[in-house]
């Protein structure tokens, strides 16, 4: 077998009993006490998941990156074989595939879920602020111009002209995407000296690179943060501004806007990084951009109302901060 599909996952699920989860680029399956995660065999201009090999090295780079903030959580590395009773994870025979085992947390305690739900108090924003506060003091510091550049940044946001074409079919906001760039790209080339500055001052971290509400957990006794950016630098090496962004632009998205001005305000009196302040509605666009990228792929496999509204939602918001660049 040179690779797995859908079907051949659903199959395995079905016969371990577990719940089947599909993501963009992901096929994740859970247990009741453990979570498998599997990479799907694809290729995008900002992912490679196209060889086996390829898929078992990010796996391992999966749990030791993601050690650095949920240790728990994150098992080890197992093999799925073919048996002659079919696929099997953790036993003996041909491995045709890798997954990322995992413990598993308990989903109505999700962020997000809490955030739809009304349930999360102020103090865990504080909380999850001082955790990547630290976190971001620890972490290695990138030196590499490449990384955090002015031209490594717009050339990220306008990545999302790739996919101007699924956007405007599935709901006619090619425009939109339009202005997005153009601000986008305006405010960075007068602002460029900026990102050259913050460069220079030890603002680019080999961050988390996806800090949002769907990957944090909030337990009575803890907060756990989890699946962080594995499978590109690019996306992980990155001004902690635009980490911040991404948790600020999220909680906005939900319509917090108080909880997401008290993350800011406390990462900033943590870290003591005022400047931050001057490229957050950038970033905010970024990170609004980026999902709104992410649901016109989801959109582009499997076309559905639900990827629909997230590209209206995400367009919507990423348009309203590059109107205010």
Request: one cysteine or more.
């Amino acid at each position: 077998m040179e690779k797995m599909n859908g079907e051949d996952i659903n199959a395995l699920a079905e016969k371990m009993q577990f719940e089947l989860i599909e993501t963009h680029i992901s096929w994740i399956l859970l247990g009741s006490d453990e979570v498998y995660k599997i990479k799907k065999p694809l290729k995008f201009s900002f992912l490679d998941f196209s060889t086996l090999e390829k898929r078992k090295n990010l796996c391992e780079e999966e749990v030791r990156l993601n050690k650095r903030l949920s240790p728990e959580v994150y098992i080890e590395v197992v093999p799925i074989v073919s048996t002659n009773d079919g696929m099997a994870i953790e036993q003996s025979g041909d491995i045709v595939e890798y997954a990322v085992k995992m413990k598993r947390l308990p989903q109505e305690k999700r962020m997000d879920i809490l955030l739809i739900n009304n349930n999360l108090e102020k103090e865990k924003i504080v909380e999850i602020a001082t955790i990547i506060a630290d976190f971001h003091s620890k972490v290695e510091t990138i030196n590499d111009p490449g990384y955090g550049s002015s031209m490594t940044v717009k050339n990220q946001i306008d990545d999302l002209g790739n996919f101007r074409e699924v956007i405007e079919k599935s709901c006619e906001f090619g425009k939109k995407v339009d202005l997005i760039l153009e601000r986008s790209g305006k405010f960075i080339n007068e602002n460029a000296d900026i990102f050259d500055k913050r460069q220079k001052h030890g603002r680019i971290k080999d961050c988390h690179g996806d800090l949002h509400s769907a990957n944090i957990f909030v337990l009575e006794d803890r907060t756990v943060i989890f699946d962080c950016i594995e499978f590109s630098k690019d996306f992980r090496y990155i001004d902690v501004a635009s980490e911040i962004a991404f948790m600020a632009m999220d909680l906005d998205a939900f319509g917090r806007y108080e909880l997401s001005e008290i993350f800011v305000d406390e990462y900033i009196s943590k870290t003591k990084d005022t400047e931050l302040r001057t490229l957050l509605n950038l970033y905010k666009c970024y990170r609004a951009n980026v999902r709104a990228k992410i649901a016109a792929i989801e959109y582009s496999q499997h076309p559905n109302n639900e990827a629909k509204k997230r590209i209206e939602k995400y367009v919507d918001l990423a348009e309203r901060y590059a109107k205010v660049l």
